[in-house]
């Protein structure tokens, strides 16, 4: 599984990118952020818990994808 990022919730901070292990995510061209789904693991075996929804100052902006 991976995780997603809400963009109606995003705002642009940037605090998750630099903390992924994966280099899952990136900056659209609208500003936002996504997580490229092929490439997160959750940060399995890097951390006990995805590390980008750790650090969003935002509740409920970075989840699980369904």
């Not at 940037?14 to 693991?41: H, M, V």
């Amino acid at each position: 599984m991976a995780m997603y990022i809400d963009q109606a919730l995003c705002t642009s901070c940037g605090d998750c990118e630099p903390e992924c292990p994966e280099a899952a995510i990136r900056r659209t061209k609208t500003g936002l952020y996504e997580i490229k789904a092929d490439r997160c693991t959750e940060c399995e075996g890097h951390f006990d818990m995805p590390r980008c929804e750790e650090v969003c100052p935002v509740d409920e902006c970075i989840q699980p994808a369904d």
